[in-house]
């Protein structure tokens, strides 16, 4: 395999590592502004994960590919995308559909939809998954791209579940963007340019969530994006989003990414938590030591070792603006007390995050809005059917429970779906 790929963007020459996407080898060659925006603005990546579409590009003449799920190939032309590109017509399209009638369709290639592959081919299913990634393993396991070993126990753990997946025998669907969803059901997606038509007996629904920006003045910048862009550029790419990266929210992956990037050379200026300190809140904190004895241990020893290494961590501290300077993106903190400005590369943002539940809601599933955490919770039988019959959903798409409670659930989806395709 070669060591470096060759491809142009805006005429400049560059190189990437073999299994890059665009994203990571543009933030590696320094450039940050991938499209314009209205009004002379500017747009790069943001979510790192398809959704938010700020990294589009032009890729041989192709408008709207993005950037961060685009693998780079030798003598690509990749150019900055204009405000309004000229929407090629749908005879562009290479090939007939892909047409499929599997048993069970899982939509996401996560910890629930790698779960419920193996427990849906493991009861005699013929399952098909399809997932958006050139990779399976999800936002939580975030696969390395190209083909060195595990970073550590979590990436370990999700080579694992993907090779298990492939080994049963459900049938994956790489590079996958599923587009819609209809009665029937009907699946509509597409492979590259090729159009895919999935005509299921049932369907879980596996599609994680989204993380949750902070809108401020700035929060749309080139340079500012979600902590999980910035732990996908270095966990999957092994590129660091800035060599200044600030990492500002709420809750446990800020501590853990920003652990990441300062062990992987980044020099991380403040960790912000929106949050008061734990040691403050003593009957909360004892009440997570009781509940989660060993996450509770593992966020107190990262919190001391980014302390130990220098790494300042503020407490109930947001930001409230980020403003493009010429030495970098200065934002400014504002807490109950002071405020203080602050200069990276990279402003990394999570405060939470929500439910990419639209599939499923396309589907007909019934949904409740929870008032204390503001998100809709779908509402499912104990086998995570939804109020639509063969529909399935598992994971965070259904309400935030993280990977562990997504496996299980993918383990009891897979089973029931299996047995609903058989009619049972």
């Keep these: 395999m070669s060591e470096v790929i060759s491809f142009r963007f805006d005429g400049r020459d560059l190189s990437a590592k073999p299994g890059s996407s665009l994203a990571a080898a543009l933030t590696e060659a320094g450039i940050r ?43 690509m032309d990749v150019r900055t995308q204009v405000a309004r590109p000229q929407l090629n017509a749908r005879s562009e399209e290479s090939g007939d559909p892909i047409i499929e009638n599997p048993d069970v ?14 427990a849906a081919a493991e009861a005699g299913a013929d399952v098909l998954l399809l997932d958006e990634r050139g990779v399976s393993g999800g936002q939580f396991y975030k696969q390395r791209a190209d083909d060195k070993p595990p970073l550590d126990r979590q990436q370990s753990d999700g080579f694992a579940l993907a090779c298990a997946a492939q080994a049963s025998g459900a049938r994956i669907l790489d590079r996958t963007e599923v587009w819609g969803a209809f009665d029937g059901p009907v699946i509509y997606a597409k492979r590259d340019d090729q159009p895919v038509v999935v005509r299921p007996k049932s369907v879980i629904i596996a599609s994680g969530a989204y993380e949750r920006p902070r809108f401020v003045r700035g929060w749309d910048l080139p340079g500012v994006m979600t902590t999980g862009a910035a732990q996908t550029l270095w966990r999957s790419y092994g590129v660091l989003a800035g060599q200044r990266v600030a990492v500002l929210g709420n809750g ?10 300062r062990a992987g050379g980044a020099k991380v200026v403040v960790v912000a938590e929106a949050a008061s300190a734990p040691w403050s809140r003593i009957a909360l904190a004892s009440a997570m030591m009781t509940s989660s004895p060993g996450l509770t241990l593992a966020g107190l020893a990262t919190t001391l070792r980014l302390m130990r290494h220098g790494v300042p961590v503020r407490y109930q501290s947001v930001v409230s603006s980020i403003e493009a300077k010429s030495n970098g993106l200065e934002f400014e903190l504002k807490s109950a007390k002071a405020t203080s400005r602050w ?67 993918g383990l009891v989806a897979g089973r029931a779906a299996a047995l609903r395709a058989r009619g049972e």
């Design 105 to 118: 369709l899982i939509v996401g290639g996560g910890a629930g939809g790698l779960s419920a592959a193996v």
């Design 252 to 261: 446990p992956l800020n501590l853990q990414v920003a652990d990441e990037l």
């Design 343 to 409: 200069t990276a590369d990279a402003v990394c943002l999570n405060y939470g995050f929500h439910p990419q539940n639209e599939l499923l809601r396309l589907l007909g599933a019934t949904f409740q809005y929870d008032t204390s955490r503001k998100q809709l919770i779908c509402q499912r039988a104990d086998t995570c059917e939804t109020t639509k019959r063969g529909i399935f959903g598992v994971g965070d798409c259904c309400g935030m429970g993280g990977a562990p409670a997504a496996r299980e659930e």
């Design 33 to 75: 502004e991938l499209r314009d925006g209205p009004h002379g603005s500017r747009r790069g990546m943001f979510c790192g994960m398809g959704v938010c579409q700020d990294c589009l590009v032009e890729v041989n003449g192709k408008p709207n590919r993005r950037a961060c799920m685009t693998k780079v190939e030798p003598g």
